[in-house]
């Protein structure tokens, strides 16, 4: 039995006995490792939460072999053991009557357990382990760094992860975790509503069953969709007729369901083919090769930019046998009539959602309603034309393994087949035609200097395609974030900070003095509210000393300015720590309303008095509420680092 003293008691929680964190968590300040942990803990538990704070403990981008992580596991949840204990069990009897010859008192009563069990995050045991880092390399939050041993370490036989591949190379496995990617868990509804908007009801499922399992093969990602389809659409799960006996794959499929099984296909076609779905790297060929002609020094390279010849060699053969076959199922096989969509589909393909790709089409949307705000009056339909041609440099961007300076520049004609077909239609029977009128209405954006939207590279008079032009997004960018960070000062200090913030971010460093006088306040009011901003981080101030004397404060000279970098790095730890807050708010709310929510999905009298119903609708209302600051503070974070 463990004593009083070792059991680690509960601190206290702002929220009465609800816990949020796992037994490797620590108390460090840090907004977005907090954050990241919550996201795991609501969607794969506390034993995975428990193995991810492990990798957070690192440095950021560190990275840990198995051996490694399992050693931290066991230095915070194992139970210590020390000579008062092997004192105090020195006469207890032992729990196996096959090891009383042993010396050792760590047989007796469970001395070598956890301080507590696995399902509050006490985890050492390998197999746990094993199967939470599993879970995060599923879901793309870890990354398995992959290194081809040289043969110095294989004579040293390094302490690591190791496995052999086919050709009898041994590799070295490390770990490393990110937590931008984990935070991405909360955007999940988001991506599948963009998705729906750009593909249509089809991508919904696909979506689904990419992000809830993490990677999928080919016709894994259309038998899930198919599914979910299925048990939304009654029509379609009536007419599959399942044999008695017989497995549910193996079922009679009737025509509508592969005609739903075939147009699932095409849409998930549509979406690797635009960027939205790509397909996985596999591990060795990511993998990183250490050579050692000369034992003293070792030289690692990538093997997926310089790979040996015999490596070169399999991948060609492989890829040349894989347009010859096919292991796609052959409901919708046929739909591969050319050598580009065959080549879309090798045999064995394992897909994930592109985040980088559907950031660079929210980013191409909320820029475009900015372009619209600012510029709708000046130029007609200013936001679509935005719109269509950062998604035309996203597609580049995307198509593109490397990068290049001509991805950020497009013709007029290259955005035609991303505008709307009413925009599209318009501009067709302007003066001159679309190539003419597309210019034009270029042209005109990039004269408008405040915010600058569009920057005219080559010049559109008697250039055979129209000119060519950038869409200045670190700028449209930046007006955003500006626009964001004062309206985040506004809601936290009042409207006298946030106008002195705008003073500060138009005039620079300024006195105080100057600083109340262009804010229309009285000096000492103005210092106030920069001794509050200048505490919160907002601002900084520095003083300078008269040359050639002592220095003395009363003599000194004090300035005060913004850095925008550390405002805009204050402003997202202030929003991750609000999100987290917000999102632990409603995890205790559930927890109190849970008899609620049970028993309205078992389908009972919903609720017992009229009292009863008045509390219910007011926890429905709260909910409501927090949901809608979880939605607004994620896009606030998705401007602030995202774009």
């Known amino acids: ?18 816990s949020s964190t796992s037994p490797v968590s620590t108390k460090k300040l840090d ?104 879970v995060l390399i599923q879901h793309n939050i870890v990354t398995v760094h992959c290194t081809e041993l040289s043969r110095k370490k294989r004579k040293m036989n390094v302490k690591s992860s190791k496995g052999v591949n086919e050709r009898g190379v041994e590799y070295a496995y490390h770990y490393s975790i990110c937590k931008r990617r984990a935070c991405y868990l909360l955007r999940y509804s988001q991506y599948v509503e963009h998705g729906k908007r750009s593909y249509g009801p089809n991508a919904v499922y696909i979506l689904e069953a990419i992000l809830l399992n993490g990677r999928l093969t080919t016709n894994d990602v259309v038998l899930y969709a198919a599914k979910v389809y299925e048990n939304e659409n009654s029509e379609v799960k009536d007419d599959v007729k399942v044999e008695e006996g017989v497995d549910v794959d193996a079922s009679v499929e009737s025509d509508k369901y592969k005609e739903v099984k075939r147009d699932i296909f095409k849409v998930l076609t549509k979406m690797i083919e635009g960027g939205h779905v790509e397909q996985l790297k596999s591990l060795e060929a990511s993998a990183v090769r250490v050579d050692d002609d000369d034992e003293e020094e070792e030289l690692t390279f990538e093997t997926g930019t310089t790979q040996s010849p015999n490596t070169v060699t399999r991948i060609q053969d492989e890829s040349m046998d894989n347009l010859s076959r096919s292991d796609l199922d052959s409901s919708y096989s046929d739909l591969l009539s050319t050598k580009e969509l065959k080549e879309l589909f090798p045999v064995g393909a394992v897909w994930r959602v592109n985040f980088s790709m559907f950031h660079a089409s929210m980013r191409a949307l909320f820029l475009g309603r900015l372009t619209n705000e600012c510029h709708g009056k000046k130029v007609q339909y200013a936001g679509n034309l935005l719109i269509a041609a950062l998604k035309r440099i996203a597609f580049k961007a995307n198509s593109s393994n490397e990068y290049s300076d001509d991805q950020n520049l497009f013709h007029p004609l ?18 001159g035609g679309l190539k003419a009128s597309l210019s034009n209405a270029f042209v005109r954006l990039s004269n408008i200097k405040w915010p600058s939207c569009i920057n005219e590279v080559e010049s559109a008079a008697g250039h055979h395609e129209g000119g060519k032009f950038e869409v200045n997004v670190p700028s449209l960018v930046n007006y955003l974030q500006r626009r964001l960070m004062h309206q ?6 009042g409207e006298l900070s946030a106008r002195i913030i705008s003073v500060l971010q138009s005039r620079g460093q300024l006195e105080s003095e100057k600083i109340g006088e262009f804010a ?29 004397k002592s220095y003395n404060p009363n003599n000194a000279l004090y300035t ?83 774009f």
């Open 414 to 431: 290259e955005v035609s087949k991303y505008l709307a077909p009413t925009v599209l239609e318009a501009y067709k029977q302007g003066p």
């Open 488 to 493: 985040l000062v506004k809601d936290q200090f």
């Open 31 to 134: 907004a977005e490792r907090q954050l990241a942990s919550s996201c795991i803990r609501e969607h794969f538990g506390v034993c995975v939460q428990a193995v991810a704070d492990c990798l957070f403990t690192l440095a950021n981008g560190s990275k840990a072999s198995f051996d490694r992580l399992l050693t931290i596991a066991k230095d915070v949840c194992k139970r210590e053991f020390h000579n008062e204990r092997q004192q105090l069990v020195r006469r207890v009897p032992f729990l196996n009557t096959d090891k009383r010859t042993t010396n050792s008192a760590t047989y007796r009563y469970g001395l070598d357990e956890t301080l507590g069990s696995a399902s509050e995050g006490y985890v050492v045991e390998a197999d746990l382990v094993r199967a939470a880092l599993l």
């Open 560 to 642: 005060w300015a913004i850095c925008q970098r550390k405002m805009k790095q204050v402003s997202s730890d202030n929003i991750m720590l609000a999100l987290l807050n917000i999102r632990l708010r409603k995890q205790h709310e559930m927890e109190i309303g849970k008899a609620w929510v049970e028993r309205q999905e078992s389908g009972l009298e919903e609720n017992e008095s009229e009292e009863d119903t008045k509390k219910y609708h007011e926890f429905c209302r709260g909910l409501e509420r927090l949901d809608n600051a979880i939605i607004q503070l994620d896009e606030s974070l998705l401007i602030m680092r995202d």
């Open 1 to 18: 039995m463990a004593s009083s003293s070792d059991a680690q008691p509960d601190d206290l929680h702002p929220f009465g006995g609800f």
């Open 520 to 548: 229309l306040l009285p000096c000492k009011e103005a210092r106030e509210h920069l001794n509050r901003l200048y505490l919160s981080g907002y601002v900084s101030m520095e003083n300078y000393q008269v040359a050639g």
